[in-house]
């Protein structure tokens, strides 16, 4: 089995929700993207640029700050997969809870501990028995297994639970590659044109999505204010600590907030 490209680090980010969900807070991101269905209630994000090779940090981190602003705008967990020359593994963000991820090297010899396992199969809502039994499969040597494979691995068992990748888009491909096959499948280019075009797209999913009261009234408000409460102090934080995912979080719950606080006030007049 072909071991991951030396030359080539990659990564794709899984999000356990339909893309008109994922669409709005992708923009946040402030990265170019595609977006495209993935399975029955998941979609994923394919990067079409490289920020890991330009300063941004290694894959892994830049995945999993990704994946915690994901998490935060989108209500819903986030599982990014990464690659690099020398191992690959992968980061799951559930809401502001601690991230949990595992780590293979290159060849496929495990690094993480069998507790992120655990963790991951109770926060995704594995079945306690078959499915952690196969993810304690990928924490045992194998040497017939290299790290492609094992991501490969928890792909399959992240399959009962919905997912399927379009084909040709799987871990230990190059970023360029991953890029052509999604954009071949049609998935949708996410590219940051400002914060006007971002709030059109927030108010877009709020206007065609099944929300109707929960954006509206005292809940409304309640849940504005809360957003906006957490955000300063993460986005302070995030700031502090250079973490740019961090910082996206931040600044995603205070932009959902102060829209959610406007979009009620707006809907409260008379006649609109």
């Known amino acids: 089995m072909p071991v991951v ?18 669409r709005p807070v992708a923009h946040l991101l402030r990265e170019r993207m595609l977006l495209a269905p993935a399975g029955d209630g998941w979609s994923v994000l394919v990067p079409a640029a490289k920020p890991w090779l330009t300063g941004a940090g290694p894959v892994d981190e830049v995945l999993a700050g990704w994946a915690g602003a994901l998490t935060v705008g989108a209500g819903r967990p986030a599982v990014a997969l990464w690659w690099d020359d020398s191992r690959a593994g992968y980061t799951l963000a559930s809401g502001f809870r601690r991230t949990v991820g595992y780590v293979w090297l290159s060849d496929g010899t495990p690094l993480g501990e069998g507790e992120a396992m655990r963790t991951f199969a109770a926060r995704l809502g594995l079945d306690p028995v078959h499915d952690m039994e196969a993810l304690d499969g990928l924490t045992r040597p ?7 494979a094992r991501l490969l691995g928890l792909i399959a068992i992240l399959a009962r639970t919905g997912v399927v990748l379009p084909a040709g888009l799987g871990p230990g491909e190059p970023t360029d590659r991953l890029r052509s096959v999604a954009a071949a499948h049609g998935a949708e280019t996410i590219e940051w044109s400002g914060w006007r075009d971002a709030v059109r797209a927030e108010l877009d999913a709020v206007e065609d999505g099944p929300l109707g009261p929960w954006v509206r009234g005292p809940r409304a408000r309640l849940v504005g204010a ?32 102060a829209l959610g606080l406007a979009y009620d006030r707006m809907r409260a007049r008379p006649g609109v």
């Open 142 to 148: 194998d040497s017939t297994a290299d790290a492609r």
């Open 5 to 22: 490209d030396a030359a080539a680090p990659g990564a794709l980010l899984l999000c356990r929700a339909e893309p008109p969900a994922v």
């Open 226 to 257: 809360a957003q906006l409460a957490a955000g300063l102090p993460l986005t302070a934080w995030g700031l502090a600590r250079r973490s740019g995912g961090w910082t996206t979080a931040g600044t995603i719950l205070l932009a959902h907030g």
